[in-house]
Structure formats: C-alpha cells, structure tokens
C-alpha cells in the first residue's frame, strides 16, 4: 500500500514536502513515480526516483525546483517543492513500476492522492 501525504495550501514561491510510505516491500528492481493531475486536466508526471539507485528524472516544468529523494530506512520517497507556483496546483500521486518511465501506464500501484493547492 501506497501512501502520499503533506499536501496543502501554500502561497507562490512556497514550500510543501511531500512523503510517499509503502507498507509493502519495495524492491530493488522498482522505480518510484510522482505524477499530478488538476482539474479537468490529464494526470501528468512530476519525477521519478530508482529504488536501488540515485537516478531521477524530473518533468521540465519543475527541474531545479522539485527535488526527489528516498528514506530506505522508513520505506518512504519524498518530493521536496519549493518555488511554488499557481499551476502547481494539483492532486499529487506517487506511484511504483519497474520501468525508468515518464508514462502513467508503465506504473502498476498508485497510492492515493494529496492536494496541493498553490495560490497567487
């Protein structure tokens, strides 16, 4: 089980850390994906971390201002955002698969959703 939270309301140019927590195993052959979807808009991908390594990859959009690590201790990545604009505004998921992928349907367990809301 998946689990994302830290969401919240937060001014432009702010600051949210997002926590993803599994419950199961993770294992070493799995990435871990962040995705966003706002309303009435595609759900789009945020970033990605390996599980066994220090790989990541970021959407243009937020390179240089989001950041993806992990806690192998506490079984959890995190999704630290600063610089916080309006358009960031989305319910944000974290999701596990086995592919180094930008595309939700590589992705095979979704945890549920944590609102992000950026205002002006």
């Known amino acids: 089980q998946l689990q994302a939270s830290g969401g919240g309301f937060v001014q432009a140019g702010g600051s949210l850390t997002l926590s993803c927590a599994a419950s199961?195993?993770?294992?070493?052959?799995?990435?871990i994906g962040w995705f966003r979807q706002a309303p009435g808009k595609e759900r789009e991908f945020v970033g990605l971390?390996?599980?066994?390594?220090?790989?990541?990859l970021y959407y243009d959009s937020v390179k240089g201002r989001f950041t993806i690590s992990k806690d192998k201790a506490k079984n959890t990545v995190n999704l630290q955002m600063n610089g916080l604009k309006p358009d960031d505004t989305a319910v944000y998921y974290c999701?596990?698969?086995?592919?180094?992928?930008?595309?939700?349907?590589?992705?095979?367990?979704w945890g549920q959703g944590t609102q992000v809301t950026v205002s002006s």
């Open positions: 999701a596990i698969g086995s592919a180094f992928s930008s595309i939700a349907r590589e992705y095979f367990y």
């Open positions: 199961g195993r993770i294992f070493s052959s799995h990435v």
């Open positions: 971390i390996r599980w066994s390594r220090d790989s990541t």
